[in-house]
């Protein structure tokens, strides 16, 4: 089974500020037909998850231009470029190249 | 407009089995644009994924719940569903169903508590 994991668990940022999440695979995630499967989701609170990136870089539509996403293989990243208010909640990291698994979640709070 | 809604009890007893169903309107749940899936969040914990069946009826399951778990879709109700046997407290949680092609149409969620 790949495991995700996601750092940090948790993120407390100033309103207007950066804020990066880290996520690794225990192997590649490189897809036999070349894609990489690596989301990312929001959860905010009382709400299903909203995916905002798809196969590592690839905004969601509708989804902010502040959100991007990077990475390659088995170290994927997803950067805020400022934070705003609405962007409190949970982010996943959920990788689809070998059945599904996700990350254990990054909770991101203003400060 | 895909959209997904479940369905089924709030409540299911220990040992016995947790049936819910995902009713999709908006599209066929026979068509190949879509891949349908069951993902549960436990209380105040993560997502993880239970299984998924596309439309030809292939199914696949997460590996630590495939003994429990059957997905199946009902193509006269254009619905899909999830049964999970032998149930324990630690089934308790929001069931999700999704279209997992996109992962970008979810169902609102239904909790089940599992409890005698």
């Known amino acids: 089974d790949i495991v995700m994991t996601q750092t940090p668990l948790s993120s407390p940022v100033t309103l207007g500020q950066p804020a990066s999440i880290s996520c690794r695979s225990s192997q590649s995630l490189v897809h036999s037909d070349g894609n990489t499967y690596l989301s990312w989701l929001q959860q905010r609170p009382g709400q299903p998850p909203r995916l905002l990136i798809y196969?590592?870089?690839n905004r969601f539509s509708g989804v902010p231009d502040r959100f991007s996403g990077s990475g390659a293989g088995t170290d994927f990243t997803l950067k805020i470029s400022r934070v705003e208010a609405e962007d409190v909640g949970v982010y996943y990291c959920?990788?689809?190249?070998?059945?599904?698994?996700f990350g254990q979640g990054t909770k991101l709070e203003i400060k | 407009q895909l959209q997904l809604q479940e369905s089924g009890p709030g409540l299911v007893k220990p040992s016995e089995t947790l049936s819910l169903t995902c009713t999709v309107s908006?599209?066929?749940?026979?068509?190949?644009?879509?891949?349908w899936g069951w993902i549960r969040q436990p209380p105040g914990k993560g997502l993880e994924w239970i299984g998924s069946?596309?439309?030809?009826?292939?199914?696949y399951y997460n590996p630590s719940l495939k003994s429990r778990v059957t997905i199946s879709v009902d193509t006269s109700k254009n619905q899909f569903s999830l049964k999970l046997s032998s149930v324990t407290a630690a089934d308790t949680a929001v069931y999700y169903c999704?279209?997992?092609?996109?992962?970008?149409?979810w169902g609102q969620g239904t909790t089940v508590t599992v409890s005698s």
């Open positions: 999704v279209d997992l092609w996109g992962m970008d149409v």
């Open positions: 069946i596309y439309y030809s009826g292939s199914t």
């Open positions: 959920m990788q689809a190249t070998h059945l599904y698994t």
């Open positions: 908006g599209g066929s749940i026979s068509s190949s644009s879509y891949y």
């Open positions: 196969k590592i870089s």
